[in-house]
């Protein structure tokens, strides 16, 4: 049973020291830097729980991490957050460095004050009330991918999902339709590719060296963040100039960024300039990356269990008939079983596999003395293919989510959490599931799937850059017959 006790009376508590734990060798000052490449950390520290057991520690130069695997321990830390845990300093820190530190970045009151106004933006019913402006979105990338499907053309999966999902977040977020789907020239998706990566890079550095000098990459990720800064300006500038003409979004703001803009107005408020724009940009990274990658893996892993792909299109098709995607909120709610390969494709391939915290105080976790400063590395990944709690755990079987149990249910969620838990839930996850359920219906109701290839033929390699992607995935398709595609309803007129 994992313990959470904080306060002075910690260290009398802890039975053990966080230096009483196994863990890897490492070489002076450096600790085991040298054995964290940063694009398959996850894998490492996976292989190091196996061989450790589910709490174990590492050093990195002068930072001594406490890992954990275990569900009760990861909820508990996760669910103690901001009062006892919160972002480590060095993520905030490069966050505010690199232009977000919005809600996701943020620690104490600052979280405090954003939080509600982000959970307000993403809520469902919000999510609802964008459903007309996502089948915009989606019916453009439906002839995008029509067009590959007529001319033959692999497509670059990564790449176009992300197109979609930043569509998307800058429609419900900030009123915008920047339409990248049908861009072929400068695209803001250019930019952000390259954020996420550099941040984590960043983040797990033994030595923030660019902040005494800049190596060819550092410059060229300054320009990059200069792009991105002056889009995001354009976002508040348009949102600013609509509320002037309708003062009425001051009172009932319509997205995210014309409430932050509310907010950061109202007098006492305690927000500023940067926080608003911290806010937009980090709602165009988590909103880019997360969902796109969770798609991609999902077309892959249903592709390569044929059974589970030829169920869910037949469900997609009764549910829209021969619509080329949904055009009805509710018909989202009735594919079930699409819904449960969502589920399990997070599960096998959860899009952050690594919650990093740091204790704000001195605490004790499962018997472990932590010292205010520590840092906790939370492994989402496996307690969820773990056989104790999934049977067949390796095995992508989307029915075990389609249980009649509540219960059951209730148990698989308390182990398997993509999406976090506690305060810090990501607000997005309302949203994600309907662009997921989105782009896959669209997919399965419009087309056949020829091939999801990699680039050396064989399984999708795992790259983490804060998130996990598959590497190079490349999808051709075929339009379906006695699809609406096929008869050119999803084309322009």
């Known amino acids: 049973m994992a313990s959470l006790q904080p306060g002075a009376g910690a260290a009398a508590a802890a039975t053990r020291r966080l230096s009483d734990l196994p863990g890897p060798l490492g070489l002076p000052l450096i600790g085991n830097l040298l054995q964290l490449d940063a694009p398959r950390m996850h894998q490492v520290l996976e292989h190091w729980s196996r061989q450790y057991g589910e709490c174990f520690r590492f050093r990195i130069t002068n930072r001594r991490y406490l890992v954990t695997s275990n569900p009760q321990t990861i909820a508990t830390v996760l669910r103690d957050r901001p009062d ?120 797990m550095s033994g030595l923030p060296y660019w902040r005494y000098f800049k190596l060819p990459a550092d410059r060229e990720l300054d320009r990059h963040l200069a792009a991105l800064d002056e889009a995001v300006a354009g976002f508040i500038t348009l949102a600013r100039a609509r509320m002037d ?61 044929p059974d589970v792909m030829q169920r869910a299109a037949e469900e997609v098709r009764q549910v829209i008939g021969a619509a080329a995607f949904a055009r009805e909120y509710e018909q989202l709610g009735a594919l079930k079983f699409l819904e449960a390969c969502a589920n399990e494709t997070l599960r096998l391939k959860p899009v952050v596999p690594i919650n990093a915290t740091q204790a704000v105080r001195d605490t ?89 290839q990699t680039p050396d033929g064989r399984e999708p390699q795992e790259r983490l850059a804060l998130t996990m992607a598959p590497v190079g995935l490349r999808l051709k398709l075929r339009t379906r017959p006695g699809s609406a595609a096929s008869g050119g309803a999803a084309r322009e007129d």
């Open 84 to 203: 006892t845990f919160q972002r480590t300093t060095r993520f905030s820190e490069t966050a505010r460095e690199m232009l977000f530190d919005g809600v996701l970045a943020a620690n104490g009151e600052r979280w405090r004050r954003q939080r509600p106004m982000v959970m307000a933006s993403f809520d469902p019913g919000h999510t609802k009330s964008f459903f007309p402006a996502l089948v915009r979105v989606t019916e453009r990338f439906a002839r995008r991918w029509h067009r590959f499907a007529e001319r033959g053309e692999a497509i670059d999966l990564q790449s176009d999902l992300m197109r979609y999902t930043v569509d998307v977040t800058a429609g419900l977020a900030f009123g915008a339709d920047i339409n990248t789907i049908e861009s072929e020239g400068e695209v803001i998706q250019r930019h952000l590719d390259k954020v996420l990566p550099a941040f984590f890079r960043r983040v």
């Open 245 to 305: 003409r309708d003062p009425a979004l001051r009172q009932r703001p319509g997205n995210l960024i014309e409430a932050m803009i509310a907010a950061r107005d109202a007098e006492g408020s305690g927000l500023d300039d940067g926080d608003v724009a911290g806010n937009v940009m980090t709602m165009l990274l988590a909103g880019e990356d997360t969902t796109a990658n969770t798609l991609a893996w999902m077309t892959y892993l249903m592709h390569a269990h």
């Open 364 to 452: 004790v976790v499962d018997g472990i003395h932590v010292p205010a400063g520590t840092l906790v590395m939370c492994l989402m990944r496996p307690p969820a293919i773990d056989e104790r709690h999934f049977p067949n755990a390796h095995t992508f079987y989307p029915q075990r989510w389609l249980s009649d149990s509540a219960q059951a249910a209730a148990s698989a969620k308390r182990v398997a959490m993509p999406f976090g838990a506690g305060p810090r839930l990501c607000p997005g996850r309302y949203l994600a599931m309907v662009e997921i359920k989105m782009v896959m219906a669209m997919l399965l109701g419009s087309f056949e799937i020829e091939a999801v």
